[in-house]
């Protein structure tokens, strides 16, 4: 159960940012006694891989911050955050050393369940983000862009350590996390309904 709810909450932040869910992993496994990676995961406290990942993080950082490059950014990490999320909740599950010694058992077991499952944990976020991040541009003129950004790494960060240091809450933040998205998506939607009244309005006077 706790295995699953920390999986889960580390997919749900790859969708935020691919690198924080995994550096944090990695440090905390290098770093202290809190986590232990499965024989097959071993390789995300390595240390050309924690430093490869923060050069990512902070390009990711940096990218996701400036408005116009964000939504590219977005773009490109369709396929990042997913695999991320997927290597998040594989790591931390029941995935074992067949996910990276023995691709053929990976497939024709189960060890790919729990990868499949962080995948679409992560996806289903990123989509979230990379639709409300271009209306919050264009509302605010674009300089919501890197308030908003910094809230979403810090979303991400606090997920990633409840996931690992306080698996039950991940249902409280993943719980705050739809109602921040749904609020994001209604109030967007009712900009655009107001938008075009208006615009029909002016139409109409002419």
Avoid: C
Avoid at 78 to 90: D, Q
Avoid at 134 to 161: K, Q, Y
Avoid at 179 to 184: C, L, M, N, P, S
Wanted: charged residues 15%; without cysteine.
């Amino acid at each position: 159960m706790f295995e699953i709810l920390t999986g889960t909450g580390l997919a749900a932040s790859s969708g935020l940012n691919a690198y924080i869910p995994l550096l944090t992993l990695g440090l905390l496994s290098r770093f202290t006694d809190t986590v232990t990676l499965p024989a097959g995961w071993q390789w995300l406290d390595g240390g050309w891989a924690l430093v490869i990942l923060a050069v990512l993080l902070a390009v990711e950082m940096v990218a996701d911050k400036v408005p116009i490059v964000d939504s590219i950014n977005d773009v490109v990490q369709t396929v990042v955050r997913p695999t991320a999320g997927g290597l998040a909740f594989g790591a931390t599950t029941t995935s074992d050393a067949v996910t990276v010694s023995d691709p053929g058992s990976f497939f024709s077991g189960g060890a790919w369940v729990p990868v499949a499952v962080g995948v679409v944990l992560a996806l289903v976020v990123h989509a979230g983000k990379a639709t409300a991040r271009p209306a919050v541009n264009a509302a605010s003129g674009g300089f919501a862009a890197p308030v908003v950004s910094t809230l979403e790494d810090a979303a991400a960060l606090g997920m990633s350590l409840l996931a690992l240091l306080a698996p039950i809450l991940v249902v409280v933040a993943l719980a705050a996390m739809i109602a921040f998205f749904w609020w994001a998506f209604r109030t967007v939607r009712a900009r655009r309904r107001r938008k075009a009244e208006r615009f029909h309005s002016q139409t109409s006077l002419r």
